[in-house]
C-alpha cells in the first residue's frame, strides 16, 4: 500500500523548513538574529538536519531550533505530510489514515500546527503581546531566564515554538 511519508523525501522536507524560516535564503541566529552563522555539520541521528553555529554570540542551533517541529516524537516528514493534508482540508481521521498515526496523535498535531500559524500572524499584532511577554517572564522566574528556557525546550508546545517562519523574532506571542 502506498504511504505518503515514504514517499516524501526527508532533504527537502528540512528544506521546505529553511525556506519559511529564512526566506531570503541567509540562515540567522534565533538567539540574537545575526546572519553571520557557520554550518557545523548534520545532526547525528537527522541526516539532513542542519547544525549551525553562530559567529556573534556563539549559541549553537540547527534547523528545527525554537519551531514547532523541534523534539517531537514524529519525523519531520510526518509533520510536512500532516501540514499539506491540512492544506487540502482532509480531515482528522483521513490524515490519521494516510500518515498512519492514531487519530488522537493527528488531533494533537493539527491543534498544535493551526495555533502555530495563528500565532506567526504578522508582527504589528504580535508587538503588544512581546511586552506581556516580558513582564511574565522576569516576574515569574526571577533572575534565571535560562531555567525558563529550558523548560520551554523540554514542554515542546505550540505555546512555547514559532512555526519556523517566525523564527528569527526570539519571543513571540506566547501568551495569547
Ligand atoms: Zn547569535
Known amino acids: 500500500?502506498?504511504?505518503?511519508?515514504?514517499?516524501?523525501?526527508?532533504?527537502?522536507?528540512?528544506?521546505?523548513?529553511?525556506?519559511?524560516?529564512?526566506p531570503d535564503g541567509v540562515v540567522h541566529c534565533p538567539k540574537c538574529d545575526s546572519g553571520q552563522v557557520t554550518k557545523r555539520g548534520k545532526d547525528?541521528?537527522?541526516l539532513h538536519r542542519q547544525r549551525y553555529c553562530c559567529q556573534n554570540c556563539g549559541s549553537?542551533?540547527?534547523?528545527?531550533?525554537?519551531?514547532?517541529?523541534?523534539?517531537?516524537?514524529?519525523?519531520?516528514?510526518?509533520?510536512?505530510?500532516?501540514?499539506?493534508?491540512?492544506?487540502?482540508?482532509?480531515?482528522?481521521?483521513q490524515i490519521a489514515q494516510e500518515l498512519d498515526l492514531n487519530k488522537d496523535d493527528v488531533h494533537q498535531m493539527t491543534t498544535q500546527l493551526?495555533?502555530?500559524?495563528?500565532?506567526?500572524?504578522?508582527?504589528?499584532q504580535l508587538a503588544g503581546e512581546v511586552e506581556c511577554d516580558e513582564v511574565?517572564?522576569?516576574?515569574?522566574?526571577?533572575?534565571?531566564p535560562e531555567a525558563?528556557?529550558?523548560k520551554a525546550v523540554k514542554g515542546g508546545g505550540a505555546n512555547s515554538k514559532g512555526f519556523g517562519v517566525g523564527g528569527r523574532s526570539p519571543r513571540k506571542s506566547r501568551r495569547s
Open 114 to 124: 493551526r495555533q502555530a500559524i495563528v500565532d506567526n500572524k504578522p508582527e504589528v
Open 1 to 22: 500500500m502506498l504511504n505518503l511519508v515514504n514517499l516524501l523525501d526527508d532533504a527537502k522536507c528540512f528544506a521546505t523548513v529553511r525556506q519559511l524560516r529564512w
Open 44 to 46: 547525528d541521528t537527522q
Open 148 to 150: 525558563l528556557k529550558k
Open 136 to 144: 511574565y517572564i522576569t516576574a515569574g522566574h526571577k533572575g534565571n
Open 60 to 93: 549553537q542551533f540547527d534547523d528545527l531550533t525554537d519551531t514547532i517541529f523541534a523534539g517531537r516524537r514524529q519525523p519531520l516528514r510526518t509533520w510536512i505530510g500532516c501540514l499539506y493534508l491540512m492544506g487540502l482540508n482532509v480531515s482528522n481521521q
